[in-house]
Nanobody
Framework: QVNIAESGGGLVQAGGSLRLSCAAS????????IGWYRQTPGKQRELVAQ???????NYADFVKGRFTISRDNSKNTVDLQMNSLSPEDTAVYYCKADARYQWTPRPYWGQGTQVTVSS
């Protein structure tokens, strides 16, 4: 059983900052890439940022220079520091963790956390 717990969403004014946290847990599981995705009504869920177990990062172009993803492998936690937020960043943000019990990793999603940026 894998559990993905997200926290840190909320309401912020344009230009402000928020920090999202994702904690992945599961007895006997190892976690590969963990990432943050976002979704707005009527649109597909899109990648925001992802970090591998070795620390390699991948960012969507629309967040480069504004968001920073980091990881603590000892706790299986991933944080997303979001700076210079704009109303266009308003979305439900989801954490996804690729977890493997033996060989093949499977994706596990959190419930999502709302981020609202007011103008």
């Amino acid at each position: 059983q894998v559990n993905i717990a997200e926290s840190g969403g909320g309401l912020v004014q344009a230009g402000g900052s928020l920090r999202l946290s994702c904690a992945a847990s599961g007895s006997g599981f190892r976690f590969d890439a963990i990432g943050w995705y976002r979704q707005t009504p009527g649109k597909q869920r899109e990648l925001v940022a992802q970090i591998s177990g070795s620390g390699s990062t991948n960012y969507a172009d629309f967040v480069k220079g504004r968001f920073t993803i980091s990881r603590d492998n000892s706790k299986n936690t991933v944080d997303l520091q979001m700076n210079s937020l704009s109303p266009e960043d308003t979305a439900v943000y989801y954490c996804k963790a690729d977890a493997r019990y033996q060989w093949t990793p499977r994706p596990y999603w959190g419930q999502g956390t709302q981020v609202t940026v007011s103008s």
